[in-house]
């Protein structure tokens, strides 16, 4: 995409000497797509207080995420979605000295490296939020080696890091000069168990009457898809009874949709599958299942995962760092072990079959979820921010 496009595209909040008493950010993030780092970041730039932050966001100024920032950020448009564009360096440089930016904070491995060598120009300090390490990268050998060369630039001249796990956190110390965690927020007061309206998924899915599990992300190899339809099969076999009436909302998009959709055909439960697309309301969906299952085998940590225990669902998960850091099996989530099917099916039977424990589950889950709340999440921001701007870390 041209660059001249998005020239005029400028939102603004506030006058420039409102902004000059602030301590300037500016987050840069692709927005390609609606996933976890935009939904994460817009709830930085609608949480934090603007009495004390003037902020500024770098990205692609279309979708969800620019409707939900426009109105609290100065947008400054920037096309992050090609793979290699030193365009972006000097472009970005100019971004930050012309709008006095003092922490430039970046998520996504093209934004770090842009942000990072261009910060690095202009005096003002780099920050970037790792949730996923470019070796957890599904590319070839080549790529994922180019990606790691390129990262390990970007983090010497950053600042900080944060991430979201403590797992994480020992994998890239060293790495970055300081790694934070801050684990990745809810807003309990909008994923709420006593407020919602599933009407809506209901009756377009026909779930009436239904035993609805469902999943929700990308449809990515990370997250395992295959090996919950293959256990949707081996259940199926087992309690023939559930055949018509069990129903699986798979929500999301990705680059495996139709090869999904292929193998739920050839396991012969094309019918108790339903590949809904992306949602865009997330806590009705939610509250419209039975069971959240989530088979991943790579995560940082999830807000699904987060999202689903704050709406008391009984949860069936992989057992991986990320979740295994954030549930605890037994008593806020079922844990099976990661890509073995005949697992993930014995732990949804036996929340299917047991219902006191399923709904102990969710209530433990929801109890959980309540240490991971959003005021906490922008608490810690506001100090890592303070912190960087004088030069501690």
């Known amino acids: 995409m041209d660059q001249s496009a998005f020239r005029g595209a400028v939102v603004s909040v506030g006058e420039p000497s409102d902004m000059d008493r602030k301590l300037k950010i500016l987050l840069v993030i692709e927005n390609s797509c609606y996933g976890g780092g935009e939904r994460?970041?817009?709830?930085?730039?609608?949480?934090?207080?603007?009495?004390?932050f003037g902020l500024y966001c770098a990205s692609l100024p279309s979708g969800r995420f620019y409707e939900e920032t426009k109105d609290r950020c100065r947008f400054l448009p920037l096309d992050l979605t090609r793979r290699f564009r030193p365009g972006n360096i000097p472009?970005?440089?100019?971004?930050?000295?012309?709008?006095?930016?003092?922490?430039?904070?970046?998520?996504?491995?093209?934004?770090?490296?842009?942000?990072?060598?261009?910060?690095?120009?202009?005096?003002?300090?780099?920050?970037?939020?790792?949730?996923?390490?470019?070796?957890?990268?599904?590319?070839?050998f080549f790529r994922k080696r180019a990606?790691?060369?390129?990262?390990?630039?970007?983090?010497?001249?950053?600042?900080?890091?944060?991430?979201?796990?403590?797992?994480?956190?020992t994998r890239l110390e060293g790495r970055y000069p300081g790694v934070e965690l801050i684990p990745n927020p809810v807003d309990l007061s909008m994923f709420d168990p006593g407020n919602f309206d599933a009407t809506s998924v209901m009756d377009r899915f026909g779930l009436k009457g239904k035993l609805v599990l469902g999943a929700l992300g990308r449809l990515e190899w990370q997250k395992g898809y295959p090996f919950l339809l293959s256990a949707l099969k081996l259940l199926l076999a087992r309690e023939p009874a559930l055949s018509g009436k069990l129903v699986c909302l798979i929500a999301g998009s990705g680059s495996l949709e139709a090869r999904l959709k292929e193998l739920a055909e050839e396991e012969?439960?094309?019918?108790?599958?339903?590949?809904?697309?992306?949602?865009?309301?997330?806590?009705?969906?939610?509250?419209?299942?039975?069971?959240?299952?989530?088979?991943?085998?790579l995560e940082g940590q999830p807000l699904a995962l987060l999202e689903a225990m704050a709406m008391e669902r009984p949860i069936v998960a992989s057992d991986i760092p990320g979740i295994s850091g954030t549930v605890t099996s037994g008593s806020t989530?079922?844990?099976?072990?990661?890509?073995?099917?005949?697992?993930?099916?014995?732990?949804?039977?036996?929340?299917?079959?047991?219902?006191?424990?399923?709904?102990?589950?969710?209530?433990?889950a929801r109890a959980a979820a309540g240490k991971s709340g959003l005021p906490a999440y922008l608490a810690s921001h506001e100090r890592f921010y303070q912190r960087l701007a004088r030069g501690e870390r």
């Not at 012969?268 to 299942?289: H, K, Q, Y």
């Open 268 to 297: 012969g439960i094309f019918s108790n599958v339903v590949f809904c697309g992306e949602v865009t309301e997330v806590r009705d969906f939610l509250g419209a299942l039975d069971i959240f299952v989530m088979p991943s085998l």
């Open 147 to 169: 990606y790691s060369v390129l990262a390990a630039l970007a983090a010497r001249r950053t600042a900080a890091a944060i991430t979201v796990s403590k797992e994480l956190r």
């Open 333 to 364: 989530a079922l844990l099976v072990t990661p890509g073995d099917a005949q697992a993930l099916a014995g732990g949804l039977s036996k929340l299917i079959g047991d219902r006191a424990f399923a709904l102990r589950l969710g209530r433990g």
């Open 91 to 140: 472009l970005l440089r100019r971004l930050i000295a012309d709008n006095g930016i003092d922490i430039v904070h970046s998520q996504g491995a093209r934004a770090d490296f842009y942000s990072a060598l261009a910060a690095s120009k202009t005096g003002a300090k780099a920050a970037a939020t790792v949730a996923m390490p470019v070796d957890g990268f599904d590319v070839n």
């Open 40 to 52: 994460t970041f817009s709830m930085l730039i609608r949480g934090l207080p603007p009495e004390r």
